[in-house]
């Protein structure tokens, strides 16, 4: 139980263009689901919470505008990164969470802009 | 703010016990988990403390003291396979989202 899967994997794509990652939980209901990014040899850094059906809450430095967080179903959470550039080369990694229980964590999205 | 420590790197021996420590300052506690992330992958769950005490499952146990801010992850019979990332993760109070440290990079040497 408790998996947790993300599309695509793998993106590249050109600077100025725009990036969806989608999140979903294959067997329980994610009342909540997080977007994290890191960096190569650095730990994980939240980005955004996303609870199902209202608007994301954004870390400190997080711009809303440029990635932007749908959460339409108990079990599917979408990040979009607008206008990508260089500097958001990344591993985004989302996790979700049933309640308060334990977060389990997608495979990751690994981007690359060129 | 938040405040969570960790030993970037640690190298033991196949065989060997080896201890990862966290030390945590945060606004509010609501439980510590500890994380393996292998080079490229997502985190896995390892252990969960939200009392005082050792959580024991398998080769892993975990401790935790939140008077003293502490935990530490404990690994026994190292296996070459257990090379990975350690990472602590706090959450807060009233939350569920979580603040991670930098992580232990530990590599087991044979």
């Known amino acids: 139980g408790a998996v947790v899967s993300q599309h695509p994997s793998w993106v590249i794509c050109k600077s100025g263009t725009s990036v969806k990652i989608e999140c979903r939980s294959l067997?329980?209901?994610?009342?909540?689901m997080f977007w994290y990014r890191q960096f190569p040899k650095q730990s994980l850094m939240l980005m955004a919470t996303?609870?199902?059906?209202?608007?994301?809450?954004?870390e400190q430095g997080v711009e809303k505008d440029k990635f932007l967080i749908n959460h339409a179903s108990l079990t599917l959470s979408t990040l979009t990164v607008t206008s990508a550039h260089p500097e958001d080369s990344s591993f985004y990694i989302c996790?979700?969470?049933?309640?308060?229980?334990?977060?389990?964590f997608g495979p990751g999205t690994r981007l690359l802009v060129l | 703010g938040q405040n969570i420590d960790q030993p970037t790197e640690m190298t033991a021996t196949e065989g060997a016990i080896v201890q990862i420590n966290c030390t945590y300052q945060t606004s509010g506690f609501n439980g510590l988990f500890w994380y393996q992330q292998h080079a490229g992958e997502a985190p896995t769950f390892l252990s969960y403390n939200v009392l005082d005490g050792l959580e024991e499952k398998g080769r892993f146990s975990s401790f935790l003291s939140r008077s003293k801010g502490y935990s530490y992850l404990l690994l026994k019979e190292l296996q070459m396979k257990d090379s990975a990332s350690y990472l602590c993760a706090v959450r807060p109070t009233g939350a569920n989202n979580l603040f991670f440290g930098t992580g232990t990079r530990l590599t087991v040497i044979p």
């Open positions: 996303s609870n199902e059906g209202s608007k994301a809450t954004y």
């Open positions: 067997d329980f209901q994610a009342t909540t």
């Open positions: 996790s979700a969470t049933e309640g308060q229980e334990t977060q389990y």
